[in-house]
């Protein structure tokens, strides 16, 4: 039986995953799928991948494409969120705050460099016209649990992250949310180091069957959304509104769309050059 590790958030996004493992239907393919937990986001996994810790990712789009062209030896093997993602600008319950102009030119939580939080403040900038040479600055905290100890003793001023995953950390008092970011771009990727797709490429082939079968049925799984609201910790009308914008895909990412993010992600000097698609996606067969 193969082992192959793959990494990814612990959100509902990636639920399907957890639904194919718990149901033993890797294995009954003879692929002993391990599952491993980032909560620190795309930057971990994008370590990970390097490192060889991880065969695949399901990781932020625009954090592994700049990855990728820094030099990580992957490659993107199909879109699995088509939708944007959401990502809530949050401060502390107790900020003086009040609106998006208010942090202009503070310090915004980051779980790591190159992470989504991390790109993420430069499209907010953007989007509000401030100068992200002069009105960005950063604090590392790892993870939201980070982000949340950063807002609370003042070593950070704001952070951004998925408005649903954060949605009971503001509905606590912990956080208050100033606004929204949706990424410009489906949301999140399949990612595989070009070793696995090398040597591996009919596991991956079942593997992505697998998957891609879940998801396309995922919402009509019975009650998901009250197993949604009970393992994530949200109110079910939450969950409701967000199963209604999430939309998963099974198909490769299109040249288009990467051209698209990469060069919104030069303007924004984020990435230092473009680099062909196929430097960044693989096709499988």
Not at 95 to 114: F, H, M
Not at 262 to 279: F, G
Request: with cysteine; proline share 4%; hydrophobic share 40%.
């Amino acid at each position: 039986m193969k082992t192959v590790k793959i990494g990814g958030v612990p959100e509902h996004f990636n639920l399907a995953w957890y639904l194919t493992l718990k149901n033993g239907d890797y294995k009954q393919e003879n692929i002993n799928l391990r599952w491993h937990d980032y909560p620190g986001g795309t930057g971990a996994m994008s370590k990970a991948l390097r490192k060889g810790d991880i065969d695949i990712a399901v990781i932020l789009t625009e954090g592994i494409i700049k990855d990728i062209i820094e030099g990580n030896p992957s490659k993107i093997v199909q879109t699995f969120v088509e939708t944007p993602l959401i990502w809530g600008i949050h401060v502390g319950a107790n900020s003086p705050y009040q609106s998006l102009k208010d942090i202009k030119g503070t310090k915004a939580a980051i779980s790591r460099y190159g992470s989504g939080s991390h790109l993420m403040a430069y499209i907010n900038a953007q989007n509000n016209n401030w100068d992200t040479t002069k009105d960005l600055q950063f604090e590392v905290v790892k993870d939201l649990d980070g982000a949340v100890d950063a807002l609370s003793n003042n070593s950070a001023d704001y952070f951004m992250w998925e408005k649903f995953m954060t949605k009971p950390i503001v509905d606590k008092g912990v956080f208050r949310r100033l606004g929204n970011c949706p990424t410009p771009w489906p949301c999140f990727v399949i990612a595989v180091s070009d070793h696995f797709i090398e040597n591996h490429s009919e596991e991956l082939q079942t593997i992505l069957n697998i998957i891609n079968k879940s998801t396309k049925d995922f919402k009509t799984i019975p009650n998901i959304d009250q197993v949604i609201a009970s393992r994530y910790d949200q109110k079910l009308e939450d969950v409701q509104e967000w199963l209604s914008l999430t939309e998963w895909s099974q198909s490769a990412i299109d040249e288009d769309t990467i051209n698209n993010i990469q060069e919104q992600l030069l303007a924004l000097d984020i990435i230092s050059k473009t680099v062909p698609y196929d430097t960044l996606v693989h096709n499988l067969p």
